[in-house]
């Protein structure tokens, strides 16, 4: 088989699996069409795969046109790539910025070509400006470098990907680029060039592709275990969280149960709109005082759970009190006005070798107790439970002290 011929194949076999990509990105926005970074990324793919194609096989055929259309191709395809990924998490590279790097990049290509012929200096321009903008995003994600399993191969990936093109482009070029068309496809830079793009390339896509498939995963979980009234977890997330953490805890471990005074009341006489907004700025407050490790959750109707990890019950009792006051100091705004809520809550602390229904029995017990001596109060003394002998009676005196 001629070697021109051998050459080329090699050569499109990273654009054809990048377009394969591409198509896959593709299917995923039309399954899940409220992600649309996946339409970037697939754009990206397509676009990278066309340079790729009108540079290897020379489409046009004019030696200018082509590094024009290629260059803008490819600058094309990482813009998108780079707004695909930062729109992911949130984050846009921005129209501006992006129309600004694909003029500067298109205006040195057309200057280093039809003005001051200078091929080394389009390498390095069109090497180095790609280079800088992954590596832009890249420290535009830096939080993902502390999140899930996927975020985090996601980002090294990423600034590997980004940092790799200065040294790599120095080292296979130097100060000199190779004359002619043939000695450009067989020399170091081409080859090691076509090389990385093959490994990095597939494998931040591959990257991506997971990390949509777990981003839809965690959604439906989501949507399975939180409110959608008030943010917090349903009873079924709240317990299934407090479960992993009750399974693997070697410290102390409380719980609050948070009930709101005579809510009834007010969903008969303002209405359950009412009811409803009092419950969702009730679940912010909660939100917005808990820990990082805390889990929140409403368990039916007005009543909120609030677990503890590493938290004593005189610690748990102070939390409560707060929370409790933060809610007996927040006027709700209601259509009809602002109006004061009050809450009782009840508290408990994990015996040794407790098991959660016992534990939640027990808090419950005290919220009751709460509730009838008179309510908006926190009652945390824990009553002797006769299958755990170690529990001891204390007050809401003892446990201020």
Partial sequence: MD????RVTLSLIAPGILFLFGIAFLAAWLIE??????????????????????????IPADAG????VSGVLYTG?????????LARAGRHFGGWPAAGVLLAVTGLLWWFFYVDRNVLVRVYVQNFGYGLVLLVTALRLTALARG?????????????FAVHFF?????????????GAKAFADSVFWQTLQLSLALFGVGLALTLLAAAAIDVIDDMRRERDVDPLTGVLNRRGFEDRVAVHFARRDGPASLLLCDLDRFKAINDTLGHAAGDAVLKQVGRLLQGAARREDVIGRLGGEEFAVFLPGTSLA???????RLRTAIARHPVVLPQGSRGVTASFGVAEA???????????????????????????????????????????????????
């Fill in 3 to 6: 070697g021109t011929v051998v």
């Fill in 33 to 58: 069409r409220k992600r649309d970074y996946l339409l970037f990324l697939a754009a990206a793919c397509a676009a990278f795969t066309l340079g790729a194609v009108s540079q290897i096989l020379w």
């Fill in 65 to 68: 046109l082509n590094a024009m």
């Fill in 77 to 85: 395809a990482v813009l998108m790539a780079a707004e695909g990924i």
């Fill in 148 to 160: 899930r399993l996927v975020d985090r191969l996601l980002f090294w990936i990423l600034l590997v």
């Fill in 167 to 179: 040294p790599r482009t120095v080292l296979t070029l130097g100060l000199s680029a190779p004359l």
């Fill in 315 to 321: 610690e748990a009792y102070e939390c409560a009190e």
């Fill in 351 to 401: 015996e040794a070798g407790e098991p959660w229904p016992s534990l939640c029995g027990r808090t419950d017990l005290r919220l009751y107790e709460s509730k009838r001596a008179g309510r908006n109060r926190t009652t945390a003394s824990a009553a002797p439970d006769p299958a755990f002998p170690n529990a001891t009676a204390r007050s809401a005196t003892e446990i201020r002290g």
